[in-house]
């Protein structure tokens, strides 16, 4: 089983910048980890932000493209999304998302941190 924890959250103006971190501890029988980063806003659904996939393959959801930059560690299991010029939009809890798979041998699954909470103000 995987563990998944984020933080860096907080409380910034708009035009501000945050980093919010993911560690993973734990262990698991696949050979393949992707990384993700959801948010959900107050009374919205969750919305896919950015992913690092196991083969490198990075994506980011057209309203954070160019301000958000997703960077992954896997010597020390970790992740991290560097926000800057955030806007009152950006306002979510956002949670790490971490999907382990790869061959029929291991069971494929999810793996959600608690989430943490990024608040920008106008």
């Known amino acids: 089983q995987l563990q998944v924890s984020e933080s860096g959250g907080g409380s910034v103006q708009a035009g501000g910048t945050l980093r919010l971190s993911c560690a993973v501890s734990?262990?698991?029988?696949?050979?393949?980890?992707?990384m993700a980063w959801y948010r959900q806003g107050q009374g919205d659904d969750q919305e896919f932000v950015s992913i690092?996939?196991?083969?490198?393959?990075?994506k980011y959801a057209a309203s954070v493209k160019g301000r958000f930059t997703i960077s992954r560690d896997n010597a020390e299991r970790t992740m991290r999304l560097q926000m800057n010029n955030l806007k009152p939009e950006d306002t979510a809890i956002y949670f790490c998302?971490?999907?382990?798979?790869?061959?029929?041998?291991?069971?494929?699954?999810?793996?959600w941190g608690q989430g943490t909470q990024v608040t920008v103000s106008s």
């Open positions: 690092y996939k196991d083969d490198g393959v990075v």
């Open positions: 998302k971490v999907l382990a798979y790869g061959n029929s041998a291991c069971t494929m699954k999810d793996y």
């Open positions: 734990g262990s698991t029988d696949c050979p393949k980890i992707d």
